[in-house]
């Protein structure tokens, strides 16, 4: 299986295996282990309930916790 990091800004790949707070632009906000995360900023976010997908437009901003 190929490394597919290498092509993921690095800006974005910071996120991967942190844990984030994620702010929405309609100011939902979600906290959780960052599993995933490509170019456009989806994002699959392990959450205390499980799994929670992010599509990027929705997302206003990520920080570390």
Same mark, same amino acid.
């Given at each position: 299986?190929?490394?597919?990091? $290498?092509?993921? /800004?690095?800006?974005?790949?910071?996120f991967k295996g942190k844990n984030v707070l994620i702010g929405l632009k309609n100011t939902e906000e979600y906290?959780?282990?960052?599993? $995933?995360?490509? /170019?456009?900023?989806?994002?699959v976010l392990e959450v205390e309930d499980g799994i929670k997908v992010i599509k990027g437009g929705k997302i206003a901003f990520i920080s570390i916790q």
């Open positions: 299986m190929a490394n597919n990091n $290498s092509q993921v /800004n690095k800006d974005f790949i910071q906290s959780g282990k960052v599993i $995933s995360i490509d /170019n456009f900023l989806n994002t």
